[in-house]
């Protein structure tokens, strides 16, 4: 166990809805890192919260999404939701000053239908 | 060439043998690397990180870095069944300090 929460377990939508989904750091972590990971794939890096501040953005479009609260946690919103958009949807925790080991969560599986 | 590159396997090892496990990466300035395993279903596991050229060992896993080359590779001494899992290489990318995943190695012991 790695101290990192994700919910829901499981979530099935709609083509065209919304989603938000949910993650809670380990406990003295700072940063949070969103990750999706289709079937058969790596993770890939969606974005990365530090100390509420969007640090950086991987390849994906404005309709993805985030919050980190004061307490660290965080969440993941995706607008118009698409086919494609059903995967795996990781959040990695981690202290950033000190260390760039990530830790994750037991993830969100998001099935668009 | 891509980011992250590792041969997608599977990989059988017979029970007891030496799995090979293998990662190259493009950023010649990378600083920090990670193995973890994943299970059918669940979320990746850190198996152990290595930042310096040369082996590092934990039990049963030894990572051998070597910059040079732009290579990263994990063995798995005795393996067991229960390692039988898929093997993910992840690079911080030093251009964004940005982790970025291999697709992983699908690796299979067989008893």
């Known amino acids: 166990e790695t101290g990192v929460t994700q919910s829901p377990t499981h979530l099935i939508k709609t083509r065209g809805q919304q989603v938000t989904l949910r993650c809670s750091s380990q406990?003295?972590?700072?940063?949070v890192s969103w990750y999706q990971q289709a079937l058969g794939q790596g993770p890939q890096f969606i974005f990365q919260?530090?100390?509420?501040?969007?640090?950086g953005r991987g390849n994906f479009p404005p309709r993805f999404s985030g919050l980190q609260f004061p307490n660290y946690s965080s969440e993941l919103n995706v607008n118009a939701l698409e086919l494609d958009d059903s995967a795996l949807y990781l959040c990695?925790?981690?202290?950033?000053?000190?260390?760039?080991?990530?830790?994750f969560g037991p993830g969100t599986r998001l099935t668009v239908l | 060439q891509k980011e992250v590159e590792q041969n997608s396997g599977p990989l059988s090892v017979p029970e007891g043998a030496i799995a090979s496990l293998n990662c190259t990466y493009s950023?010649?300035?990378?600083?920090?690397f990670f193995w973890y395993r994943q299970y059918s279903g669940k979320s990746p596991e850190l198996i152990m990180s290595?930042?310096?050229?040369g082996d590092k060992e934990d039990g049963r896993f030894t990572a051998q870095l070597n910059k040079a080359s732009q290579y990263v590779s994990l063995l798995i001494r005795d393996s067991q069944p229960s390692d039988s899992a898929t093997y993910l290489c992840?690079?911080?990318?030093?251009?964004?300090?940005?982790?970025?995943f291999g697709k992983g190695t699908r690796l299979h012991i067989l008893p």
């Open positions: 990695a925790s981690s202290l950033l000053v000190e260390t760039d080991t990530q830790y």
């Open positions: 406990s003295g972590h700072n940063t």
């Open positions: 919260y530090y100390r509420e501040e969007e640090n």
């Open positions: 950023d010649r300035v990378s600083q920090s």
């Open positions: 290595i930042y310096s050229n």
């Open positions: 992840a690079v911080n990318m030093a251009r964004d300090d940005k982790i970025i």
